[in-house]
DNA sequence: AATTTTGCGAGACACTATGTCTGTATAGAA
DNA sequence: TTCTATACAGACATAGTGTCTCGCAAAATT
């Protein structure tokens, strides 16, 4: 199992990286935040220990690049969604509804919540501050066509689409999910 | 400054049982949760390292007391405010207003964000679970007179409250706390 | 094909943290 | 006063940390 070798030795690195990012998130999992070790990382990654500090220095280093990885996933997807055509309105309608989605489905033990806590905040944040700005274009365009309540910042707007959107990972069903979106929707002052 | 002794053997076991949480919470503010350990806590609490494990068994214990107790504070707030009269939109719309505010002044490094990542979370969602159950009474009662939206269960619509309301934790000023309640009061189906 | 570069694994090392268990002293409770 | 509860300091075995070697094997280079 510890012979990972690929092609070339940067495909190598990469596919190394990945388990031990993989790793990590397991056994926060399974385990939970505080007693991960990286002692244990290096065990479930198939590597050694001396070989996993020259990835990363500490836990939460590990931690904070699994997360920078699921976010940069997210906005992957979400940046899709707001090329296709249609209205600003529909269009965030589509935003909304995707990222409400992402937090339903995502893995128990919020993938998103680290930020506060981690203490590496103020770089995590920067990732979750790329979400943030993604909704505040998109509301600022659905102003512009007046669509939208224009009392109130597009920057606090988004923020407060991302909070809202966030208590989809509670919800039981998918209809729950939709009644979710359609509620923050209402808050924007949309008709939906 | 060890010499924590107060009158009766009660008193003093609380005494420094709030020293211990309130150098947790210290600790955790200020190095971050991961490089929190028994010994610094001991250090900052002026007890000897032993005295903390009659205390408590582990570091994740100790922060999950102190959100308890946070919680807990909040609650008799809310509880207290929703007392009072008026009408249900008046009252839930103090209880929200109030809510906020409290994570608008609450110190960084969100106190609540705890709950989904200490994997005691089990057990620390029942004290979030209150606060749900406060904001689900008031929306039934609200939703009884007439003056809320009927087509989304009480327990979704307290859910993306907390949820909103959150985001008052990293908003700048009291005015913008203020536009985002009548922001998710909106959302409600609530006309303020 | 031979050589150089790169990365890995195992082990060793000093250090810190953990969790437990003493013995002794001191402050409340009876 | 006597009894009980608590604190403290120190000791101890165990485990995790972070760094450093070494020798080996696979890639890159020539």
Redesign the pocket.
Known sequence: M?K???????T??RT?RDAILEAGWALVSERGLMSV????IAEKA??????L??YF???ETVLAAQHERHVAAHLEQLTALREQPGGPAQRLKAVLERYALICYHREKHGTEEFAALLHRGEHVAHAEQQLTALFEELLVEAAASGELRDDVPAEELASYCLHALAAAGGLPTEQAVARLVSITLTGLGLSV
């Open positions: 510890p990972l070798w690929s092609e070339t030795i940067d190598h690195r190394v070790t990286m002692t244990q198939g590597i050694g220990r001396a070989t500090y020259k220095p500490d836990v």
